[in-house]
């Protein structure tokens, strides 16, 4: 090694490299829902019964009773 010339010290800078150090952090954002409610009404068909009566009174004596055995 004794022959080699001295050469003389060359630097070489690579362009920068750019390192991020990302930090996150909570930030509220609130967030409004609107809900509607509606209420509908319905009608819906119930059956109720519902009887009705008559009374009679039927007067058969005697002599109607013989009409028909006459006959």
Known sequence: MRN?????????????EVVYEDYY????????HHVEVVRRHHCVPVPQHIYT???????C???????????
């Open 4 to 16: 080699c010339p001295k050469c003389p010290v060359q630097t070489v800078t690579d362009p920068t």
């Open 61 to 71: 004596g005697i002599s109607g009773i013989m009409r028909g055995r006459r006959r």
């Open 25 to 32: 952090h909570p930030q509220v954002v609130q967030v409004v």
């Open 53 to 59: 009566y008559s009374v009679r009174d039927e007067m």
